[in-house]
């Protein structure tokens, strides 16, 4: 177990919908960054936050947005959703940001019809 | 553009054999390179971190090397037990903020 909780695990939504997915980060850690698995690939960065600041973005369009909250556990929403959307969606904490150590949590999978 | 590649995408093989999981980037210029495991519904647990300036990290039956200038990494898994089996990820970090991630090598260790 890794003290980072995501929620849900599982999530069905229709195209154009929109999502909050949500991560609750290890005690202690000040950084969070959201990763987007499709499947039978390897997962690819979508943002970090840090102190409830963005902190670097992939190439994601602005559609995919975040906050990170007092307590450090983040949101991740996304608008407008597309079918290419669907993967699983994985939070890591880190104690301090630039940080190797992360701590994945399980995910969430998003599916949208 | 940094691109992280993974040989074999699958492996399956007999309880006790050892194993090379090969990983590959094309920029030269990384910060630090990871593995991870992924089990199924799972998240990902790192198993070995080699800093830019090592060459090779060893945890029990696992050891990793790193050659930066070829841009290559494997993974070394010695007499592979059926509770090896998983995913396994190789990354780097281009960043200090951000990994890149390779497509992983599918792992099936069987009695």
């Known amino acids: 177990e890794t003290g980072v909780t995501q929620s849900p695990t599982h999530l069905i939504k229709t195209r154009g919908q929109q999502v909050t997915l949500r991560c609750s980060s290890q005690?202690?850690?000040?950084?969070v960054s959201w990763y987007q698995q499709a499947l039978g690939q390897g997962p690819q960065f979508i943002f970090q936050?840090?102190?409830?600041?963005?902190?670097g973005r992939g190439n994601f369009p602005p559609r995919f947005s975040g906050l990170q909250f007092p307590n450090y556990s983040s949101e991740l929403n996304v608008n407008a959703l597309e079918l290419d959307d669907s993967a699983l969606y994985l939070c890591?904490?880190?104690?301090?940001?630039?940080?190797?150590?992360?701590?994945f949590g399980s995910g969430t999978q998003l599916s949208v019809l | 553009k940094q691109e992280v590649t993974q040989i074999p995408a699958a492996l399956s093989v007999p309880e006790g054999e050892n194993l090379v999981l090969n990983c590959s980037f094309t920029?030269?210029?990384?910060?630090?390179l990871q593995w991870f495991r992924q089990d199924p519904g799972k998240g990902l647990t790192s198993l070995l971190l080699?800093?830019?300036?090592?060459r090779e990290q060893t945890s029990g039956r696992l050891n990793a090397s790193l050659d930066k200038s070829s841009g290559r990494s494997t993974l070394y898994i010695a007499a592979s037990q059926p509770g090896d089996s998983a995913t396994y990820l190789c990354?780097?970090?281009?960043?200090?903020?951000?990994?890149?991630f390779g497509t992983g090598t599918r792992l099936q260790v069987f009695p």
């Open positions: 005690s202690g850690h000040n950084t």
């Open positions: 080699i800093q830019s300036s090592q």
């Open positions: 990354a780097v970090w281009a960043d200090t903020d951000k990994l890149i």
């Open positions: 936050y840090y102190r409830e600041e963005e902190n």
């Open positions: 890591a904490s880190s104690p301090y940001r630039g940080s190797e150590k992360l701590f």
């Open positions: 920029d030269s210029a990384i910060y630090n």
